[in-house]
């Protein structure tokens, strides 16, 4: 038994050894050439490629850095470089038939830079309208047929995006991480994302998405559970921060989409929400219950109900909204019916609402029905405002008065 052990031991040694030299006899730089043209081809975008390697133990090939072409009439320069991408193979087909069959890619700490013009398009849409227009041939074999894989990851992303032209500064998505099962410019596949965000917070999204829209990548069709936390829209970018609207939100929502417009309904838990630049912030958090359809073509919107609760407060707000870089727009209707005073009061500062000094309302309800529209930094507001059985304790008309002759 012990003569039987050392022979097993010995031809696996052997065996290691011969894997381990198996990269000295095959050169697997000559692949190089033709996986960048069927790359190239896939994405429609110029794909340059580094040296290769090859592990015979992982079963990979390791292209050492990466670059992927912009759209030329977004930008010259690179729309991803990353320092390696890792390509899972077939090893049997690559050692003895020379062929370079791919089951997985992953690209590992890429650097992505996102550009939207100012008519909605993306720099991004128009990848893979080559593949995801064609259909797959199975008599034809090539080394990406369609760009179909087992596995797409990326690992450590950083994505920078940014408006054309540009409007402030850049904003950076760090740590992002994809993973892909079965991707197909051609059909559905699962995916899931997570990423930081500008300002601290973190967003992770599970769902499902494609085909890949053909004639327009960023109008594919997807179906999302998105999950936000520590969520500052303005320094996300979801709102510009001359709109005077700011909080801190963690967001539980499903959304999806088909192309057209995009279909949205879920809980925001809102913390320090303040409405005007010269307001202050709500002490009381407040939850949202929403349902908004979005049109993907000219960016507007229809908000079908926002229901916002604090302790015994609801109010309701719906309406539609228009969305242009740099700015937004809405016309919506707020209505709040027998809404305790003594609760709401705390609300009144975040909306830029003051007493006069040393005052407070007291007991009774209010009900309003306000009409609101404009642009978000110049909102119009108008409609009535009834207050039932509610007094103002602490103002003294006569003290308020001789301040003011006094002033003159």
Known sequence: MKHTWKIVGGAAAILVVVIAAVPLFVNVN????????????ALGRKVALGKLSLSVFSGSVTAHDLSVADDPQFSSTPFLTATALHIGVEMRPLLFERRLLVRSLEVDTPKIHLMHAANGVWNFSTIGQTAASRTS????ESILPNLTVDQFNVKNGNVVVDSLPAQGPSLVYSQVELSVQG???????????????????TVAVVGKAGPIDAHNAANT??????????????AAGFLDKSAGVTLLADVDAHAAADGKRVDSNGTVHTQRLQLRPDAVPAPKPIDITYHVIHNLQDSTGQLQDAAAETGKVTLHLSGTYALTPGSASVKMNLVGQGLPIDELQSLLPAAGVT???????????LTTNMNISGPLD???????????NTRLAGFNASSQLKGLLGAA
């Open 30 to 41: 000559t692949f190089r050439p033709v996986l960048e043209q069927q790359l190239t081809a």
């Open 378 to 388: 110049h909102l119009t507001i108008s409609g009535p405002v009834a207050l039932d």
């Open 221 to 234: 069709a997807f179906d999302a559970q998105v999950t936000l936390r520590h969520l500052d829209p303005v």
């Open 137 to 140: 041939n199975p008599q034809q």
């Open 355 to 365: 007493l006069p000094s040393g005052s407070a309302l007291e007991g009774g309800t």
């Open 183 to 201: 991707f197909s410019f051609a059909k559905q596949f699962p995916y899931s994302l997570k990423s930081n965000l500008p300002g601290d917070g």
